[in-house]
Nanobody, 122 residues
Framework: QLELVESGGGLVQPGGSLRLSCVGS????????VGWFRQAPGQEREGISC????????YYTDSVKGRFTISRDNAKNTVYLQMNSLKREDTARYYC???????????????WGQGTLVTVSS
């Protein structure tokens, strides 16, 4: 029933910024957690951040900590990922999903979207 749609990706220069959105429909996320993952060609999908929708507790993997900020708007059933100081190695397709958000990071539960492509290049 739950569907997630990611948007906001695009082409940016190193050092630039993007804000990704993850919009849920069909089911409320407010009692759940949402995570962001990314996958570059030939690489495994990596969980990079998550947020508990009830209390706002967040997790970031070391490679994005201090540069990316996850936030949520429960009224809009939406989660955002603000990405600053982007590096070429951030280039990947970014996905959101319903997750378990713990100290070890996001663990997938349900509802991968199609993803949104982020390309960091000069």
């Amino acid at each position: 029933q739950l569907e997630l749609v990611e948007s906001g990706g695009g082409l940016v220069q190193p050092g630039g910024s993007l804000r990704l959105s993850c919009v849920g429909s069909g089911s409320s996320l407010h009692m759940s957690a949402v995570g962001w993952f990314r996958q570059a060609p030939g690489q495994e999908r990596e969980g990079i951040s998550c947020i508990n929708m009830s209390d706002g507790k967040t997790y970031y993997t070391d490679s994005v900590k201090g540069r990316f900020t996850i936030s949520r708007d429960n009224a809009k059933n939406t989660v955002y990922l603000q990405m600053n100081s982007l590096k070429r190695e951030d280039t990947a397709r970014y996905y959101c999903a319903k997750v378990s958000c713990t100290w070890i990071g996001p663990v997938y539960l349900d509802a991968w979207g199609q993803g949104t492509l982020v390309t960091v290049s000069s």
